[in-house]
């Protein structure tokens, strides 16, 4: 059962980070071909906090989903060790 969950986390986390890693190119892909097309100061000025903080969301979504699932995999790890541990000691 813990090898299912282990391998459904795996499986969940590097989908949540191809997809941020792709909305993050695409993200900047468009917003330089935006700037290059337009040549606006205006548009920079208004735009740029927004784009960061996007960037920002998408960074922390990729990250924090391995460091959150790395963590669970490790929690689920240790119970399912303690738990084989316990049945090995009534033995």
Do not use: E
């Not at 969940?12 to 040549?39: E, G, H, P, Q, T």
């Not at 959150?68 to 090995?88: P, R, W």
Request: charged share 10%; proline share 1%.
């Amino acid at each position: 059962m813990s090898a299912q969950i282990l391998d459904w986390l795996s499986g969940f986390s590097w989908v949540v980070v191809r997809l941020c890693l792709f909305l993050f190119v695409a993200l900047n892909v468009a917003m330089i071909a935006l700037l290059v097309a337009r040549r606006d100061r205006l548009l920079v000025q208004k735009w740029t906090s927004p784009w960061l903080a996007a960037n920002a969301v998408l960074i922390g979504a990729g990250v924090g989903t391995l460091l959150l699932v790395g963590l669970t995999k490790f929690a689920v790890s240790a119970v399912a060790n303690a738990g084989q541990m316990a049945v090995s000691f009534v033995k």
